[in-house]
């Protein structure tokens, strides 16, 4: 069995041109960028709102805080999903302070005003006294265009935003084959950080620093140039193809000893001998395809039968602009997302969630943080620094966040010099000032 060879760099039809412009420190410490940014890029986007497993009844809702805006989805009788501002139409007191929940009735705590779950205002104190007559039947909290793609609920505050399956494009066809519907959040993890929502996006719209930040990926992703494709979307999202369950290509003798760890036990768990490909390590990745094919039915794993030789081993991270990327492999999807700060645009809340497939049978599984019970988890929230781990590569991608943040602020710091490899930064800052300037 053989795998389609990648193509190397950026992929034909893939690579758009850029303009070139400077990438200069304010935009990651300026107030005023921030401002521009909430007027004129947050509104603009769909948002991840939450996960539709959430909702199983009618009245169960999910809620998602960004930045000083605050958004309710909520499960209908007829099984759709709305979505409305979190405020009060009596006085503007917000309504739902818990990230999910469910009732009959939506209760603003300041005067009992009750709403149903299409929005609909059902009962308010003294409703005869109300200026213009009771509004009981006719008020209706402001609704959120939503949307769902896959196990995924999400909305947008702009309603002339394309239609969420025309702005994801083309993700949804090409992570099809993964068939991620009931897939299961395993770990939920969220922290607030001290640097700038961007500064994490530009490290994920790039893989040049695997080899210093990550260097133990080495022996099982190949980080290798020449190995990689990159491709950049037309509706500003991006993609990177790595090659999985290969050691990289940066250090030829990993091909020629020993089969290094934790290559050996992903070959193990496979029923492949790692002794028998001392010298040719490079085989393992299309022997373990061979396995997969094999074994996937009787472990659980029925998706693979639909999957691509390179969908079973390789590693596919995109980057949904602005601001959530997706790491695929055929047994787990990471999904990494940085949000601004409510006030400082020197920090941002950075989330980690890990979905898997059901498996029948499955009571424990491994995640970024260690073993876990197979079940949807609970939100775990921290702040970066205080020991609570959030993934040990995530963890190493926040620390370097925290230093280039300084520097950053640093008069010496006059612009970025990007490697070509670089170039899916400099298309999203680009991308980033048209929609914060009103350019698009």
Known sequence: MTIEPLLSRYSEGYDPPVRGDPITGDRYWSADYMALENRNLWPRIWHLGGMIAELEEEG???????????????????GGIKAFYNSCRHRGNRLVFTEV????????????????????????????????????????LVEVRCE???????????????????????????????DMRD???????????RFNWKIIR????????????????STFINDGLPD????????????????????????????????????????????LDPAKYKGRTNQIRTDIVAAKRRLGPERGYHHYAQMSDQELVDYYHVTLFPNLTLTMAPEACQMLRTEPHPTDPERCVFQHWYLMPKIAGM??????????????????????????????VADQDLSIGTSQQLGLNSRGFVGCTLAHQEKRIQRFHELLDDHVYARV
Request: with cysteine; charged share 20%.
């Open 101 to 140: 929940g469910g009732a009959d009735r939506i209760t603003c705590s300041y005067h009992g005003w009750q709403y149903s779950a299409d929005g609909v205002l059902r009962h308010a104190q003294d409703a005869d006294d109300i200026v213009g007559g009771n509004p009981c039947g006719k008020l209706k």
């Open 202 to 217: 530009d490290n994920f719209n790039e893989s040049y620093h695997l080899p210093t930040i990550h260097p133990e990926l």
């Open 228 to 271: 990689t494709v990159f491709e950049m979307y037309e509706g500003g999202h991006n993609g990177m193809w790595m090659k999985g369950h290969q050691a990289t290509g940066r250090e030829p003798a990993f091909d020629e000893g020993d089969v290094p760890t934790p290559l050996d036990m992903i070959a193990r768990a496979w029923g």
């Open 60 to 78: 169960d809702f999910v809620c998602h805080d960004f930045g000083k805006e605050s958004v309710i989805m909520v499960r209908q009788a007829d």
């Open 148 to 178: 769902t793609w896959g196990p995924f609920i999400f909305y947008t505050m702009d309603p002339t935003t394309k239609p969420l399956l025309d702005w994801l494009a083309p993700i949804p066809e090409r992570l099809a084959n993964y």
């Open 183 to 193: 897939w299961v959040r395993v770990m939920h993890l969220s922290a607030e950080c």
């Open 363 to 392: 009571a424990e599984v491994e995640t970024p943080i260690g073993t876990l019970p197979f079940k949807w988890a609970e939100h775990v929230r921290s702040v970066h620094g205080d020991g609570v781990s959030l993934g040990a």
